[in-house]
């Protein structure tokens, strides 16, 4: 290993090759000594302001793996340049994408709530595919509340904690009606809708009403390869969503898809039930149109809707950022019962990680 200083920065140089080009201030602002850091959290504690911007290392040398640096004032920082090997390996595990063929994988209530082993399995299965579903559930209404322990704190938004979704009850939505409803996400109308869903079916006594699901990140993967523009003015263009009743109004405006900084998708806001007027004089709405168009054709074409029937005691869990769910019109000839529950992605994924740390894996 060898190195080169620059006016900014350090240049480590393994067998002729740049491996790292540390800036300074990089340097200075990882010291992990014991006054840099908060000694029982590890949180850090020197402020970056404390140094001039042009701050220049005193003196610098390599132990093995070791840089260390003397500063003007002093201070010496060493950074064990293996660690930087862990930015190569990935967070979080990668996600297959899915069409019509996929059918989520079934785990049973008791041991979902009560197994590590078997709560890890189905966690891991969710990140990756996005849809799971639990069967042997009670019958009984509020029991997704129980599942709170193992996903984390439910989510609650507008209307009940636990919704009720029936033809006979609240009806401020096109799921209290008997007709079919479209692939879509809930509360596109929030400005951080909730990230994961679950659909528990209590009775289902009706003819009909097959569950739709649809990987909304498969649907936008391909229409990024075969219309990019479309999909450019998707990740871009604001679009109003509202959900209201006589006593509530919640209201977003944002684009349907959203990317992070590293252009990877990471949500996906569709709502045609929710969507409201965008005003004309917009500039663009043209082509948001005809872009929003090719759009919904994808997401409602059978290529890439999963159907099946949710039975009493099966409960469906979706990440909702990225799977529409949705059902077929059924016949209102008897009782069908659904509640709806809201969790949150982040807590999901962190239970994972604590579960298999806690295994040793
Ligand atoms: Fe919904
Ligand atoms: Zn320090």
Redesign the pocket.
Known sequence: MDFEITENSLKVINKNELKYDLPFLWIRDNCSCDQCRVKETQEKRFMLNAVPVNLKPQKIDFDNHLLNISWPDNHETSINLLELENFQKPRKPEKILWTNDFIPEYYDWNEFLHDTNIAIEAFNNFVIKGAICIKNAPSEPNSLEELAPRLGPIREVLFERIHNVSVDGHVY?I?HTSLE?PP???FASYSWPPSV?A?HMLVNDCKGGESMIVDGYAVLKDLKEECPDFFKILCNFPVPFREFDEENETYAMEPIIRLNTNKEITGFRYSNQLMQMINPNLKGVDLFYQAYHELCIRVNSDKYKSKFRLESGHILLVSAHRVL??RQEFKPDGKRHLQ?AYYEMDNIENNLFLYKTKRGS
Do not use: I, K
């Open positions: 939505n799921a409803v879509h996400n809930d869903q659909l769910h949705g709806d």
